[in-house]
C-alpha cells in the first residue's frame, strides 16, 4: 500500500467514525466505567481531537513536506509504541505516525487507558482490512526495530535502560505555562481555565503554572477563574482539592484559595492536581531567558493573544495540530528515516579513509 492509498483509507477511518453518534455515546460511558477521570464530555473533546488529527485536508497539508521512500525500497519495521494513559487516547498521533510512515505499530496500552485506542482501531478494521494489520496489541514488546515510549521521568530512566540501544524517541515528564501581562479580560480568563482545567489539569500541555507582573494580575486571574468551579463536582478532582488545601493549612504553607483553585507561589513548573503554582517577574527578558533554560521541560506557553515570545493564544493549548509534535521531536520524520538509522547502528562508525 503506498502513501496515497494510505491516506485514502485514513480518510474513511475520520468519516466512519463521524457517523457513529450513539455508538460514540456507549464509547464514552465505558470510558467512564474504565477510568472515572475520563468523563464523557472529556471523552467527547479527546475524540474530536482526534478526528482534527485525520482531516484529509490537514493531513495531506502535513505529509506534503516530507520525502516517502518507495515501496521498492522500504522495509517494514516493527515499532514499539509504549502509551500514556493520563489523557483519552494520548498516544493516537504515534500510532497515526506508524501508519503514515507504513511501518507497524505494536502498542503497549497504559492501564488507565485501555477502550479509545483499541475501538479507533475496531473501526479502522471496518473500513480498511489491510491497513488495520499493521496494528496490534501486546503485553510485551522485546525485540522491536524502534520504540516510541512516553511515560514520567521515572519510567524514561527504564525506557532508556531497556530501549536504549534501539532507535527510539523516550518522553519525559512535561508541563505548560501561561505568560501575564495585566490587561487580560474576562474573555482570555475563560480561555485560559480551558487550558487549566480541561482533562482535570492531567494532560502535559495543560497550564499548570502562570508567570505574573503584579499582585493585582494574581488577585484578577483568581477572580477569572470563579466561572470554571464547576470542575469541582468530580468527585476526584475535590478529593485532590482537600488534601491539597488540608496540607497547605495544616504546614500554613502561604497559599491563595478561590474554592475550587489553590494558588502557590514556586519556582517549581509542575503543580500537583488542583493546583497552580506562579511567580512573579519584573524583566521580560529575564524571563525570557529563564524560560529558555526550562524549555526541555515545558511543552507548550500561552499568552493572551499569543503576545508572549513563542506561545500561543490562551484557549489553545489543548488544540494542537497534527503538525505538532510532542517535545517537539518530529516522530514522523524519525519513522521515515530509520532505515538509515538501523543501519548506521549496525555498521557502526566508519572510518575515513
Request: charged share 25%.
Amino acid at each position: 500500500m503506498n502513501l496515497n492509498e494510505r491516506l485514502i483509507q485514513l480518510s474513511g477511518w475520520e468519516q466512519h467514525i463521524k457517523n457513529l453518534p450513539e455508538e460514540k455515546n456507549f464509547l464514552f460511558k465505558r470510558m467512564h466505567d474504565q477510568n472515572s477521570w475520563f468523563t464523557p464530555e472529556q471523552s467527547r473533546l479527546a475524540l474530536e481531537g482526534i478526528l482534527e488529527y485525520l482531516s484529509p485536508e490537514k493531513v495531506r497539508q502535513w505529509v506534503s513536506s516530507y520525502k516517502f521512500p518507495d515501496n521498492e525500497h522500504f522495509e517494514e519495521r516493527n515499532i514499539g509504541i509504549i502509551m500514556a494513559g493520563n489523557i483519552p487516547g494520548v498516544g493516537f498521533h504515534d500510532l497515526l505516525c506508524v501508519l503514515l510512515s507504513g511501518h507497524r505499530a505494536k502498542i503497549k496500552l497504559s492501564s488507565t487507558d485501555i477502550i479509545l485506542i483499541p475501538w479507533l482501531v475496531e473501526k479502522l478494521g471496518e473500513i480498511s482490512p489491510e491497513l488495520v494489520q499493521a496494528v496490534s496489541f501486546e503485553e510485551r514488546l522485546n525485540g522491536m526495530d524502534a520504540y516510541i515510549a512516553t511515560g514520567s521521568d521515572n519510567s524514561a530512566r527504564y525506557f532508556d535502560y531497556y530501549f536504549g540501544r534501539y532507535p527510539h524517541i523516550i518522553r519525559k515528564n512535561r508541563t505548560s505555562v501561561a505568560i501575564l501581562d495585566g490587561n487580560e479580560t474576562q474573555e482570555d480568563w475563560n480561555k485560559l481555565s480551558k487550558d487549566i482545567f480541561q482533562y482535570y489539569g492531567l494532560g502535559c500541555r495543560n497550564v499548570s503554572k502562570i508567570y505574573v507582573p503584579n499582585q493585582q494580575s494574581l488577585q484578577a486571574f483568581l477572580k477569572g477563574m470563579e466561572p470554571a468551579n464547576q470542575v469541582i463536582d468530580h468527585h476526584k478532582y475535590l478529593n485532590n482539592y482537600d488534601y491539597n488545601k488540608s496540607k497547605y493549612l495544616v504546614n500554613r504553607s502561604p497559599h491563595f484559595d478561590n474554592g475550587h483553585l489553590l494558588l502557590v507561589e514556586s519556582r517549581e513548573l509542575v503543580s500537583p492536581i488542583a493546583v497552580v503554582y506562579f511567580e512573579y517577574y519584573a524583566d521580560l527578558s529575564m524571563l525570557r531567558n529563564q524560560l529558555k533554560e526550562q524549555e526541555n521541560k515545558i511543552q507548550c506557553m500561552v499568552s493572551r493573544d499569543g503576545w508572549f515570545d513563542g506561545s500561543i493564544n490562551m484557549g489553545n493549548a489543548q488544540c494542537p495540530e497534527v503538525s505538532d509534535y510532542a517535545d517537539k521531536v518530529d516522530t514522523l520524520q524519525f519513522l521515515l528515516n530509520l532505515d538509515q538509522e538501523i543501519h548506521q547502528r549496525v555498521m557502526g562508525p566508519q572510518k575515513q579513509g
